[in-house]
Every structure is written in C-alpha cells, then in structure tokens.
C-alpha cells in the first residue's frame, strides 16, 4: 500500500513539473511575440473574438507578419494601422498577457 502512495506522489510531482514547464514556454512565445509585432510600445490596443486577435499598433510597417506566422499564426489580415491575426485559443492569453506587461 505504501508503495502506491510513493508511486502516486511522485507522478504528481512530475505533472507539476510538467504544466510549469508547459506554462513557462507559453509565455516565452508571447513574448516573442510581442517582439514580432514591434515591442510593447509599438502596441496601442488589442481585443480578442474568439480565435482571432485584434491589435492596433503605432507603427504597423515594425510588425514581422512572416515571423508571426512561423511562431503559429494560422492567417494575418493588415488593415491600416491593426493586424488581425488568427491564433486559435490562445488570443485570449496572449491579450491578458500584454494587458499584464504594459
């Protein structure tokens, strides 16, 4: 019985291990991100509907669209001054996150 319990602590730890891990590249990603569209200051607003995320930036020509769509963009669309990109489920993580950092 004891043995079980061990077994069970130990899995623990390692799924632990493993989502703080998973969190931290997340992060990483966003952060590079942010690099690719031209810095924290270069942003101005950013909203989120459903998969997509909206950013309006001060200058859109320091945007790196080829780099954001290597990162895992699934589409970009540029009009004016914002970019709207197509992330998936993570537009909304990627908005609180840059709501964190500003």
Do not use: W
Request: no cysteine.
């Amino acid at each position: 019985m004891e043995q079980y319990i061990i077994i069970g602590v130990i899995l623990l730890i390692i799924l632990l291990a493993i989502l703080k891990a998973t969190k931290k590249d997340a992060e990483l990603d966003f952060n590079k991100l942010v690099e690719l569209l031209g810095g924290k200051e270069n942003i101005i607003h950013t909203e989120t509907n459903m998969s997509r995320f909206k950013v309006t930036l001060k200058d859109v020509s320091k945007a790196n669209k080829e780099g954001i769509q290597k990162l895992g963009a699934k589409g970009i669309v540029e009009i004016d001054n914002q970019l709207k990109i197509i992330l998936g489920p993570e537009s909304k993580q990627l908005k609180k996150y840059i709501d964190e950092i500003k």
